[in-house]
């Protein structure tokens, strides 16, 4: 396990710190203590994208909101890149307190609040803005209500736009094309069994890792959005991107329960709407950078396969069965998400 940095100022450690900046205020006349902006708090974030791509600035912007509306009160520390380990890691250690912060996948978070499987199904919206009518509608609130027991909080969504497949050997057209073929997923059961479903074997991978697996050979292929088949630069290694659009992935803004039992109402609220705030930064980058992402690529040389209706409708059809298997207790859910997208 990785070392985590600062978590915490102990109520203790803030009042020492206190004194010792009071003091060196008397040799800086005008200089108020409270002027300093000593944190309570400093608490830890952990994102697994680079410092450009558009989580991770929505998670500065976070950053810089709470520190502005908490008058330093409160700093936050983003690590990019994963420094903290990969998501399933971060979340694991949130669940003690030993991260504060994240932005994670709902993917692998399912496996910590299965409810979330709903929202990630193949195929169920019809579109970025049913999505995003389902998740700022009651339906995603409910979902940021159901954390109980997991110990983390929910706070905000965040954009990731649609899934696709790519690979470096071939274009895919039909379902057929996958068939044998070694595909990476995250570490999700229900992503697993999507895969299966295709004919497929599914190998699920740490992000970090999946660039050197397709370059080794170790996988076929792999799946993801614009952004990341750009940022983490598995264009150049391969170059076949299919738009079959076979999921929608939201990620969420979380935050360890235990840390969240440690701060005032008034903290709690101020953290609520930053995050808020910061999501609808999120969004606008992350629409931005999807359609650079999609020329840059193209302009290196990807070779993008649109699908027919036709195929896209036999990608549905075959993995259909994946709705029983995992959202058999959701079929309500389900049925309002559905009928949300064609009002
Ligand atoms: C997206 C998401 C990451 C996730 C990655 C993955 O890029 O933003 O948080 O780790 O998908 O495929 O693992």
Redesign the pocket.
Known sequence: MRKIQVVLVSGAAAVLLGAVVMLAGCSSPGRKAEDAGVPEYVLTYAE??AEDYP?TQGAYRFAELVKEKTGGKIEILVNAGGTLGD?KLVIEQMQFGGVDFA???V??LSGFVPKLNVLQMPYLYTGADHMWKVLEGEIGDDFLDSFDGSGLVALSWYD?GARSFYNPVKPIRRPEDLKGMRIRV?ESEMMVRMIELLGGTAVPT??DE?YSALQTGKIDGAE??WP?YESANHYEVAKYFTVDEHTR?P?LQIVSEATWKKLTPEYQQIIRECAQESARYERKLWKERSEDSARKVQNAGCEVTTLTPEEKQRFQEAVTPIYSEFCGDYVDIIDEIVAAGRE
């Open positions: 697994n994208q989580t998501e932005r994670v996948s993917s692998p990731a995250q740490p992000y999946v993801n959005n990341s992935v990620e």
